[in-house]
């Protein structure tokens, strides 16, 4: 006999504690999010490194073991090129090809480069072009002013080991997504 008292279930009590109870232990919080999601021919997505889950904002490629990854904003794209010590890689030109989807206008951008030096301690800014072993190689193409919300990047080809490969246009779509992030972070 339960003396009159009777259990009930209560499903939103119950997501509430389970909410405050991952944001005590966890040090996290669900979060809305403006991103800007990447497609391209041969690309893999995956979640940009911020520490939490979220959506896939960022792509990758694989040339020869050589990654490199590409996300995007508003007002520019960064990346980078990791590249094992037994391979060297380079891009074929500093010049990306920016294509804005909605005026159809296409403009060249020069892209900024930095490599870890030697310690692996500290960025130095490196010419796109030249040869880099071993090492993160770390780029951006920043487009200016105005906040683009659909626009495409051609990157150039790399040069890795002496062989060319050519990279698939990228085209980024603004869009509105849901994670949980740390809340330090």
């Given at each position: 006999?339960?003396?009159?008292?009777?259990?009930?279930?209560?499903?939103?009590?119950t997501l509430f504690t389970i909410a405050v109870f991952s944001i005590v232990v966890c040090g996290c919080v669900p979060e809305r999010r403006i991103y800007w999601a990447p497609i391209a021919e041969g690309g893999k997505l995956?979640?940009?490194?911020?520490?939490?889950?979220?959506?896939?904002?960022?792509?990758?490629?694989?040339?020869?073991?050589?990654?490199?990854?590409?996300?995007?904003?508003?007002?520019?794209?960064?990346?980078?090129?990791?590249?094992?010590?037994?391979?060297?890689?380079?891009?074929?030109?500093?010049?990306?090809?920016?294509?804005?989807?909605?005026?159809?206008?296409?403009?060249?951008?020069?892209?900024?480069?930095?490599?870890?030096?030697?310690?692996?301690?500290?960025?130095?800014?490196?010419?796109?072009?030249?040869?880099?072993?071993?090492?993160?190689?770390?780029?951006?193409?920043?487009?200016?002013?105005?906040?683009?919300?659909?626009?495409?990047?051609?990157?150039?080809?790399?040069?890795?080991?002496?062989?060319?490969?050519?990279?698939?246009?990228?085209?980024?779509?603004?869009?509105?997504?849901?994670?949980?992030?740390?809340?330090?972070?």
């Open positions: 006999m339960n003396n009159g008292y009777q259990l009930r279930f209560r499903p939103f009590a995956a979640i940009a490194d911020r520490g939490g889950l979220g959506p896939k904002d960022k792509i990758q490629f694989t040339l020869d073991t050589v990654r490199v990854f590409l996300s995007g904003d508003g007002n520019a794209v960064r990346g980078g090129l990791i590249i094992p010590k037994d391979r060297v890689a380079s891009f074929v030109s500093d010049q990306a090809e920016l294509l804005d989807a909605i005026s159809q206008i296409t403009t060249k951008i020069t892209i900024e480069a930095e490599v870890l030096d030697s310690t692996y301690t500290q960025w130095v800014v490196r010419d796109p072009i030249e040869w880099v072993s071993g090492r993160q190689l770390s780029f951006s193409v920043l487009f200016g002013t105005g906040e683009k919300s659909h626009y495409s990047v051609k990157l150039p080809a790399i040069r890795v080991n002496g062989t060319v490969h050519d990279l698939p246009v990228v085209e980024f779509t603004k869009k509105e997504g849901f994670g949980v992030y740390p809340i330090n972070n």
